[in-house]
């Protein structure tokens, strides 16, 4: 019985994580996208603490999508 090739589970476990960090980035969008959407519903206060309380999750969701963008405009391998 053949051994998998560690390298093919890396490529796979990087990949798994770049993608993950471009969903929780459109997820965090998204989010910002409804609050903004509903900001008339609430107090100029009430939105700017919400919208202050979104981010940090908003924050590392771009740091999650910049790291995807930077490793995928990089040289490709063969």
Known sequence: MNA???HHTVRSDQGDHR???LT???T???RLRLL???ADE???SAFVKRVHEALPELRMAAMGAIIY???NS???EE
């Open 19 to 21: 993608e993950a960090g």
């Open 4 to 6: 998998p090739c560690r």
């Open 36 to 38: 903004v959407e509903h």
């Open 74 to 76: 990089g040289p490709k």
């Open 69 to 71: 963008i930077y490793i």
């Open 28 to 30: 965090q969008l998204r």
């Open 42 to 44: 609430l107090t100029p």
């Open 24 to 26: 929780q980035w459109h």
